[in-house]
């Protein structure tokens, strides 16, 4: 699997960005995919989730209610749309993908808190939101 991720930038609290991660995998459906972030100084951290099938969807606390993940089933790509940013949503967006099981409770679990077992990562892309 091959992600490609795009977007970012810098934007004032309050503002918005749109992220997209194209996944080159033919076979996405038997995948979860999502996004996590590293702020400087800290451990990488799970910011949301999708599946390519029935399209459920998981939030960290953090962003639930500002962001959301969807999907583009006819171009493999996957997109994070950011809302109502804080200062402290600045970080290194990381796009991810892993082989998911045919629970997406399990699927999901796995994918939050395992991410040492995450066999894809894109590159990365840069969101400054300031003050």
């Known amino acids: 699997v091959q992600l490609q991720a795009s977007g970012g930038g810098l934007v004032q609290a309050g503002g918005s960005l749109r992220l997209s991660c194209v996944v080159s995998e033919s076979t996405i459906n038997y995948y979860v995919t999502g996004w996590f972030r590293q702020a400087p100084g800290k451990e990488r951290e799970f910011v949301a989730a999708i599946s390519w099938t029935e399209g459920s969807t998981y939030y960290a606390d953090s962003v639930k209610g500002r962001f959301t993940i969807s999907r583009d089933n006819a171009k493999n790509t996957m997109i994070l749309q950011m809302n109502s940013l804080k200062p402290e949503d600045t970080a290194i967006y990381y796009c991810?993908?892993?082989?998911?099981?045919?629970?997406?409770?399990?699927?999901?679990?796995?994918?939050?808190?395992?991410?040492?077992?995450?066999?894809?990562w894109g590159q990365g892309t840069q969101v400054t939101v300031s003050s």
């Open positions: 991810a993908a892993d082989r998911r099981s045919l629970s997406w409770d399990d699927s999901i679990m796995t994918f939050t808190t395992k991410k040492e077992h995450i066999s894809a």
